[in-house]
């Protein structure tokens, strides 16, 4: 059964047993969630074409994209990928001993690692991140430029609102 059918009879199931209830904010959730799971699986199924796991290619973007010269700390990666600093260092363990990212003592912080890509590892981001971008965008293309936008403006209106309120 497709994803969508199944969507179809969770709302059709939840009409049938409690006509009366409310349960559109419930169902759009739902939506939300499979949408995620599914998109998400395919976004990351890409990263194995690249030798990777999706959170070692995630953490290997990162760095490319947002590390200065020295690199970034644990904490600072941690935070860019919504993840714990002990995921880090378990994908930066793997990645440093691919050969793919360095990590030395922070300057400012004896305590600390700055943790920065290898020649090797920007050799592999680069020729990984077309097929990425290609991949994603594929994923989107039912969907106009217009109707793309309205989804991250709609999408991010709601993360404000749940940071704001304290939801989350």
């Known amino acids: 059964m497709s994803t969508l059918a199944l969507?179809?009879?969770?709302?059709?199931?939840?009409?049938d047993r409690e006509p009366q209830l409310h349960t559109a904010p419930m169902?759009?959730?739902?939506?939300?969630?499979?949408?995620?799971?599914l998109l998400g699986e395919a976004v990351r199924s890409t990263a194995a074409h690249a030798g990777l796991t999706s959170a070692t290619r995630d953490l290997l973007f990162s760095l490319y994209r947002s590390s200065p010269e020295g690199g970034l700390t644990a904490g600072e990666l941690a935070?860019?990928?919504?993840?714990s600093p002990a995921t880090v260092t378990g994908s930066t363990d793997r990645l440093e001993a691919r050969g793919l990212l360095t990590r030395t003592l922070d300057p400012d912080?004896?305590?600390?690692w700055r943790i920065a890509l290898t020649a090797a590892?920007?050799?592999l981001v680069q020729a990984h991140l077309s097929e990425h971008l290609a991949f994603e965008e594929r994923l989107l293309s039912p969907l106009t430029q217009d109707e793309i936008t309205t989804l991250e403006t709609l999408l991010r209106k709601l993360i404000l609102h749940a940071e704001a309120e304290g939801l989350v």
């Open 109 to 112: 912080d004896r305590r600390s």
């Open 79 to 83: 935070a860019l990928l919504a993840v």
């Open 121 to 123: 590892g920007q050799a």
């Open 27 to 37: 169902l759009t959730f739902i939506t939300l969630a499979r949408a995620q799971a």
């Open 7 to 15: 969507l179809d009879r969770i709302r059709r199931d939840w009409k």
